[in-house]
């Protein structure tokens, strides 16, 4: 093995590619070929130096011109999130067991610099295509969570943390869903993981009035806004003793992570702990400012 080539570290979370010299069988492989070698590149590069004349575009991290995320602030975002890390104790409204210790959380990053401004500019700002700069952090932080968190041999249900209709209806699209869509097919979850959106909001009428007239920000802590799916596969995958991650974007203070534990309460499945793509950082660990590169 040559030492001297980088290794990708993300490949792992990714589609596995075919060996050298291996024959290309399907339809999809021809295209893929086709689609990396050297006048398909020419012609999407022609293609996207005319797009950006016409459609200007900045990068959401450093505002450089002609890319969504430039190149420096994508690799910067892929090196801060190598290392998925405990979080639980930067967030005070986490549930906590019979011994007082808090859900486990595991964070991909912390919620600052190229990070936090690709997660905003994903769930805020209309831009659901850079979802596939946020497959491999989040792959890697379900990986740590199922080998740490996750007792071995049990089937693990992925529950996204849901959104409010009203977000969802302004974003036309559910972020995490989105992201837990994209990793399904990339083909990186083991065999026992499965992806069930277990956990829903209750309707705006079935509020109670103790709801109406706070901010939005409070209105998520209030107990009693979600509710669990009474659905059949929710049985079923009690019925196996199916253990449940929560998957949510942002951890703060995690009280929606709270409310979510709380709906599945009494559905007979057992929470294992969170993952969340960034959690924001406890007041003794902000760094200083980035200073500009
Ligand atoms: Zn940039």
Redesign the pocket.
Known sequence: MNNSVRRDPDAVYKRAVPAGGAPVRSRLRRLDAWWVNGPAYAVRSAARCTAALLLPVE?V??K?PDAV??G??ARAMRTACLHPRRVEHRAEALPVDGRHVPMPVIAAGSYEHELAAVVLAYKNHQMPGLVGLLVPPMARAVKSALDTLAAPGVPVVLVPVPTRLQARKRRGYFPVGLLLGRLRRAGVLPERVLVARLVRYRAARQFTSAQKGKGRRARGAVRNSMCARRTRSLSRLAARGAQVLFVDDVLTTGSTLAEAHRALEGAGLRVCGAVVLAATPAPDEKRDVRPAR
């Open positions: 990068c991290c450093c450089r995320v430039c420096p602030c």
